[in-house]
């Protein structure tokens, strides 16, 4: 996987500078990752206290625990926000020279 790697993030890293971004789009999917990563770490609350180790106090168990799940759906965040940005970059490197618009196929129709 590194072997394909390495040369793809070299070209994602040439290419930035002539990409057109859609931040909106690449911002949206980074904070739905992050929403839904915060939301599965709060279903399970009732369980939350049952690898508290009582020889620690409670206040650090809860800030390690607090802290340690929003790392978590920090870097899920930031992780779809990378990874969108990157499929943006070979989107548009692949249909470079290609016309998005949509054509007809059977032509224009005159009505009389």
């Given at each position: 996987m590194g072997a394909a790697g390495l040369p793809?993030?070299?070209?994602?890293v040439r290419r930035l500078g002539r990409?057109?971004?859609?931040?909106?789009?690449?911002?949206?999917?980074?904070?739905?990752?992050?929403c839904l990563s915060v939301s599965l770490d709060v279903e399970?609350?009732?369980?939350?206290?049952?690898?508290y180790p009582?020889?620690?106090a409670l206040d650090n168990y809860l800030g390690q625990l607090v802290l340690g799940r929003l790392?978590?759906?920090?870097?899920?965040?930031?992780?779809?926000?990378a990874g969108v940005l990157g499929v943006d970059v070979y989107r548009q490197l692949a249909l470079a020279g290609v016309d998005s618009r949509p054509r007809r196929l059977l032509g224009r129709r005159r009505w009389r």
């Open positions: 793809l993030l070299i070209i994602l990409h057109e971004y859609h931040w909106r789009v690449y911002l949206a999917l980074g904070l739905a990752a992050f399970p609350v009732a369980n939350l206290l049952s690898g009582t020889e620690t790392t978590g759906a920090l870097f899920a965040a930031v992780s779809i926000f």
